[in-house]
């Protein structure tokens, strides 16, 4: 070890104060530590294709360290991320023609698992084929349920208590045979 190892430390330990640890977009707080695209994918209504598509869009490495960014990138970020239902075709986004204003929009965070709520619910009240599947608990979307999806215990032959039975049965007419 010579007398040059120090220094380097130190402007390592540095370096990892100038991280922010967490980065607030919308209502989503990111991890600062991991790479921006990792990043993004952390919040819910952005997956690995629309994370990379904001970054192509920003210029940024995406595998740079995403709390390491200056304020005018991740402020980039943030209105890519706002604004990327305008950005990209309408196939890619993840609410297409809504019921009520017939727009399509990209939802990010909690208003994702808000709008689904409430499209679920709006199947049930007018009992739709897929509502009355949600309301009763069964598979929507075509799925197999003769052999899959079982809430209930087992279905079918329970071996072990039919043997519990007959054992009983035999007890029961050795008792009966002995008076």
Not at 65 to 88: C, P, Q, R, S, T
Request: hydrophobic letters at 30%.
């Amino acid at each position: 070890m010579s007398a040059e190892d120090p220094p380097e430390d130190e402007n390592a330990e540095e370096e990892e104060e100038d991280i922010r640890y967490f980065v607030r977009i919308g209502q989503t707080d990111l991890d600062g530590t991991k790479s921006v695209e990792r990043a993004l994918t952390d919040m819910n209504g952005i997956g690995h294709r629309a994370a990379r598509i904001i970054i192509e869009k920003t210029d940024i490495d995406r595998r740079e360290v995403f709390g390491k960014l200056e304020d005018e990138e991740i402020e980039e970020i943030v209105g890519l991320v706002e604004g990327y239902a305008d950005e990209v075709p309408e196939w890619m986004t993840n609410h297409q023609s809504d019921y009520f204003s017939g727009e399509t929009t990209h939802e990010i965070g909690n208003e994702l698992g808000m709008t689904r709520r409430q499209d679920i619910n709006r199947m049930k009240m007018i009992d739709s084929y897929r509502g009355v599947r949600h309301k009763r608990g069964q598979k929507v979307r075509g799925q197999r349920t003769k052999s899959t999806g079982r809430t209930e215990g087992t279905i079918g032959v329970n071996v072990e208590a039919i043997k519990e039975e007959q054992a009983e049965e035999a007890a029961a007419e050795e008792e009966g045979g002995e008076e």
